[in-house]
């Protein structure tokens, strides 16, 4: 597995502001993700966080909105951008590693955003 | 659309008894499949994986596959109050991209 930390925890924003989310894993990975909970749902991937290009991002989510950092293999940003309270949700990060014969991900302890 | 469905709950089963949860899948070029467990207001932790048909057990958890009904299940024995969470089924494509189901809310009750 691997140790992921995020920062901040939670925090309390106001319309249109923009908010950066760091991740950061005890190891170095090729993979890195971020992905979205709104309240009462599940997850949904907003992108893959790729090193030393830009990153993928999944239908409904572009860079404008979520702009997304990867400056080496241990660490991530994640910007909220402009902010609504419709962004309001948990933001989480999960690293892919080999467990076994699976590439497995694993999960840091997510942003809790509230947007006023 | 690639799709993972679970019932939502509440599975309410009795301390000490076998909570079954199911998952289905829609994409047939499906490779790995994943059940994580989240505690509410807690991020997802991986409880168990798996990728070839059959059987595969962990303690008291055995994780289930049937590619042919595109079909993945978790059954936990001697449930305990622990155990009550939300339980997300994740299915890996040949990118290993996960698609989450809308997970299945568990209550063990003493």
């Known amino acids: 597995s691997a140790v992921i930390s995020q920062k901040p925890s939670r925090d309390i924003c106001q319309r249109g502001t923009s908010l950066t989310i760091q991740c950061q894993v005890d190891?170095?990975?090729?993979?890195m993700f971020w992905y979205r909970q709104q309240p009462g749902q599940s997850l949904t991937l907003i992108a893959t966080?790729?090193?030393?290009?830009?990153?993928?991002?999944e239908s409904g989510f572009v860079i404008d909105k979520f702009p997304i950092s990867r400056p080496n293999l241990t660490f991530s940003t994640l910007t909220v951008s402009n902010m609504s309270p419709e962004d309001s949700s948990i933001y989480l990060c999960?690293?892919?590693?080999?467990?076994?014969?699976?590439?497995?991900?694993?999960f840091g302890p997510g942003t809790r955003l509230t947007v006023l | 659309q690639k799709e993972v469905e679970q019932n939502s709950g509440p599975l309410s089963v009795p301390e000490g008894a076998i909570a079954s949860l199911n998952c289905t899948y829609s994409?047939?070029?499906?490779?790995?499949f994943f059940w994580y467990r989240q505690y509410s207001g807690k991020s997802p932790e991986l409880i168990m994986s798996?990728?070839?048909?059959g059987d595969k057990e962990d303690g008291r958890f055995t994780a289930q596959l049937n590619k042919a009904s595109q079909y993945v299940s978790l059954l936990i024995r001697d449930s305990q109050p622990s155990d009550s969470a939300t339980y997300l089924c994740?299915?890996?494509?040949?990118?290993?991209?996960?698609?989450f189901g809308g997970g299945t809310r568990l209550m063990v009750k003493p």
């Open positions: 798996i990728y070839s048909n």
């Open positions: 190891s170095q990975v090729t993979m």
């Open positions: 994409d047939r070029g499906s490779q790995s």
């Open positions: 966080a790729n090193q030393g290009s830009e990153a993928t991002y």
């Open positions: 994740a299915v890996a494509n040949a990118g290993n991209m996960l698609t």
């Open positions: 999960s690293v892919e590693v080999l467990a076994g014969a699976t590439d497995t991900q694993y």
